[in-house]
């Protein structure tokens, strides 16, 4: 057999050995989810579970199991990447998988939560304004309805919805306030639940709503601004050691095996992250200024 051969032969074998290796990971991976009554089954059922219940308050209504799957294939691309490859630093790409799609949710979330806060004044000014013109707080927050937008629209239609099917005022106003998790709406929803109590000039405590609101979100710009700063450092501090990291291990191979090779060495990582989260958590509670 010639030395070509012999190659040929190295290389069918290899390549059928990752097949047999993946067909087997794959089955496995298969029959432990499938396996209703085992942790696999249920670990998964619940983070599905906890990913819809996130979405379904922002109107998504994407099957959590659909994004668990992404996942799952992501996950088993990049192994197969660093099998064929030797990716370095493999398993931060999968860490970013893992948690990626909650992080991604929370800043939506967080987008929403912000794009309600800015329509909020406009939107009690609204309703103080079809107050002035019908009775009934039912109907106008049904005409303040068709004005607005979304996500805001979304609220307020569900709102109304939930009152066409029996719910009270007070319990579609406490079940928005719920759902969106803003401060400012808390506030907002409660003046109305409170001056339609005690009764008096609605419109006229709606209006001074709307204006305390809309001075609160420039002071919290105000800040903002004044933070800007200092969280763009944070992120430059929280990035560097990845970048010091990746960049000293191309400039000199193997300059890492003593931390590595030794439990001193797992023990001085375990240390060094620990201080690098801290000082992260620290940072981001100082420059969370709060009004």
Request: glycine share 8%; proline share 3%.
């Amino acid at each position: 057999m010639s030395l070509g051969d012999v190659s040929q032969t190295t290389q069918t074998l290899k390549w059928a050995s990752l097949g047999v290796t993946s067909f087997a990971l794959f089955a496995g991976t298969w029959l432990a989810a499938a396996d209703q009554s085992g942790p696999v089954y249920r670990y998964s059922a619940r983070y599905t579970a906890s990913l819809e219940r996130k979405l379904r308050p922002m109107f998504i209504f994407m099957p959590g199991r659909t994004i668990a799957y992404g996942q799952a294939a992501a996950m088993f691309l990049l192994l197969a990447a660093h099998v064929l490859m030797t990716i370095e630093f493999w398993y931060v790409g999968m860490f970013f998988i893992a948690v990626g799609p909650t992080a991604y949710i929370e800043m939506m979330r967080r987008k929403r939560v912000e794009q309600i806060e800015e329509q909020l004044d406009n939107f009690i000014l609204a309703l103080a304004n079809a107050l002035k013109t019908t009775p009934s707080i039912g109907a106008a927050f049904n005409s303040v309805a068709a004005v607005i937008s979304n996500p805001m629209r979304q609220e307020v239609d569900l709102a109304l919805k939930e009152m066409k099917v029996g719910s009270t005022l007070e319990q579609a106003l406490l079940h928005m306030a719920a759902r969106v998790g803003s401060r400012q709406l808390d506030s907002a929803l409660s003046s109305i639940l409170i001056g339609r109590q005690v009764g008096g000039n609605l419109p006229k405590v709606l209006e001074t709503t709307a204006g305390t609101l809309r001075e609160m979100r420039r002071l919290e710009g105000v800040v903002r601004t004044k933070t800007a700063e200092g969280k763009a450092q944070l992120w430059v501090i929280a990035l560097m050691p990845f970048g010091l990291l990746m960049g000293l291990n191309v400039l000199w191979p193997g300059y890492f095996d003593p931390l590595t090779k030794s439990l001193v060495g797992y023990l001085i990582i375990i240390g060094c992250t620990s201080c690098w989260v801290a000082s992260i958590v620290l940072a981001r509670k100082v420059l969370n200024v709060d009004i």
